[in-house]
């Protein structure tokens, strides 16, 4: 079955460092793909997304690369600040049912 | 800035009880989505819903389950029969008109089954 997977799960990363979380994902017929950040006792947020017909997208200090021939994802934060300090996880979908991996604890250390 | 909200943020119930979850989705979204998260593990898809029926449901939506739209503006997750294991976060969620639009989550129930 569908797989989603993240390669760490805790990032610790100094204040004003660039911070990247990885997302490995196993249908190949996925085809919009979400990075969320969530906080301790919220629900997840929305950073930023990216269809298949792309290789990069960016927002503000965040940027989505997709790596379809690997099925490999990744979330860059640029400059990390305390705020940043959230769990990130991916969600993949092919034809609208999200799978969701499991999540990055990223820390940001002064 | 218009938000999902869910009520109540805190459900605790008897196992075998009948439960119900609330949630107002931000009000010109048409698709409505539950997710659940048990502690410590990874959010899991339950149900998408659009045009006042069910769109998609992952195998975790089972026949205890179900989803209504009783009005304009709540949508509803009834889980008939609880068990220990229905014991996680469950979070609301909308989008303007496609899956593939952003969705937007509402802050969770915490539902504890004893």
């Known amino acids: 079955g569908e797989s989603v997977g993240l390669h760490l799960p805790t990032l610790s990363v100094q204040e004003g460092d660039n911070s990247i979380i990885n997302c490995a994902y196993s249908n190949s017929a996925s085809d919009y793909f979400i990075w969320y950040k969530q906080e301790s006792g919220k629900g997840p947020q929305f950073i930023i997304d990216i269809r298949s017909n792309m290789d990069k997208r960016q927002g503000q200090r965040v940027t989505v690369l997709l790596n379809k021939t690997v099925k490999h994802l990744s979330l860059q934060i640029a400059a990390t600040q305390p705020g940043d300090s959230a769990v990130y996880f991916c969600?993949?979908?092919?034809?609208?049912?999200?799978?969701f991996g499991a999540g990055t604890q990223v820390v940001v250390t002064p | 800035e218009p938000e999902v909200t869910q009520t109540p943020s805190h459900q605790v119930t008897q196992m075998g009880q009948e439960v119900i979850l609330r949630c107002v989705p931000i009000s010109n979204h048409l698709y409505f989505y539950w997710y659940r998260q048990i502690l410590g593990q990874k959010v899991e898809f339950l149900v998408s819903?659009?045009?006042?029926?069910?769109?998609?449901k992952s195998e975790i939506f089972d026949d205890q389950f179900s989803v209504e739209r009783p009005d304009g503006s709540n949508f509803t997750l009834k889980i008939r029969s609880t068990k220990l294991e229905d014991s996680a976060m469950y979070f609301c969620?909308?989008?303007?008109?496609?899956?593939?639009?952003?969705?937007?989550f509402g802050p969770g129930t915490r539902l504890t089954v004893l």
């Open positions: 969600a993949v979908t092919a034809g609208g049912k999200f799978q």
């Open positions: 969620a909308s989008s303007v008109s496609l899956p593939t639009d952003t969705q937007y």
């Open positions: 819903f659009y045009n006042n029926e069910i769109s998609e």
